[in-house]
């Protein structure tokens, strides 16, 4: 059987749309690479973070507009961990970065905090962690929904609404 040029050209098309739709709905998302936080207007570069479900993603982190020089402990953290917020319990988080401007180095855990900014902050997203399960996607939640977090350094804010220093952003595994 042979078929006209019209019905070829009618052919190919529909075979072009329906595997770009097959492509469109199996893609998954993009894994975020860097983030970055203005504390300033409490806005994100990225939200929500999307991380790999199938181990650990780095996410690098910056930011600025932080008041890290008026509190007594002169420093913020940068963390990841579940919902149940709290600054009291640094074990409760996953991963955590100590931003202070008496940093004398940075290492993988302690950057410098100069003028209310850091840089070279990494932290590193899990889908779970102790007792904690983060698998979250962005159109199902089936645990415990999670974030990448600043606040002030050693309970200076025990509650998160009177800590000037205080972001979220959610993350989202894929």
């Given at each position: 059987?042979?078929?006209?040029?019209?019905?070829?050209?009618?052919?190919?098309?529909?075979?072009?749309?329906?595997?770009?739709?097959?492509?469109?709905?199996?893609?998954?998302?993009?894994?975020?690479?860097?983030?970055?936080?203005?504390?300033?207007?409490?806005?994100?570069?990225?939200?929500?973070?999307?991380?790999?479900?199938?181990?650990?993603?780095?996410?690098?982190?910056?930011?600025?507009?932080?008041?890290?020089?008026?509190?007594?402990?002169?420093?913020?953290?940068?963390?990841?961990?579940?919902?149940?917020?709290?600054?009291?319990?640094?074990?409760?988080?996953?991963?955590?970065?100590?931003?202070?401007?008496?940093?004398?180095?940075?290492?993988?855990?302690?950057?410098?905090?100069?003028?209310?900014?850091?840089?070279?902050?990494?932290?590193?997203?899990?889908?779970?962690?102790?007792?904690?399960?983060?698998?979250?996607?962005?159109?199902?939640?089936?645990?415990?929904?999670?974030?990448?977090y600043t606040f002030s350094g050693w309970g200076a804010?025990?509650?998160?609404?009177?800590?000037?220093?205080?972001?979220?952003?959610?993350?989202?595994?894929?």
């Amino acid at each position: 059987m042979q078929l006209s040029k019209k019905a070829m050209t009618a052919a190919s098309a529909f075979g072009a749309v329906a595997l770009l739709a097959v492509g469109v709905t199996s893609a998954s998302a993009v894994v975020t690479t860097a983030v970055d936080v203005d504390n300033a207007t409490k806005t994100w570069s990225v939200d929500p973070v999307i991380a790999d479900v199938s181990g650990t993603t780095t996410i690098p982190v910056s930011g600025s507009g932080f008041d890290g020089f008026t509190l007594v402990v002169n420093g913020i953290y940068i963390a990841y961990g579940g919902a149940d917020f709290t600054s009291q319990d640094s074990s409760y988080y996953a991963d955590a970065v100590w931003a202070s401007p008496t940093a004398t180095s940075a290492t993988e855990t302690r950057v410098v905090l100069s003028g209310g900014a850091f840089s070279g902050a990494s932290i590193d997203v899990v889908q779970s962690y102790n007792e904690v399960d983060c698998y979250t996607d962005v159109s199902d939640t089936t645990g415990e929904q999670c974030y990448i977090y600043t606040f002030s350094g050693w309970g200076a804010y025990p509650d998160q609404e009177d800590d000037p220093n205080f972001t979220q952003v959610p993350v989202y595994f894929e």
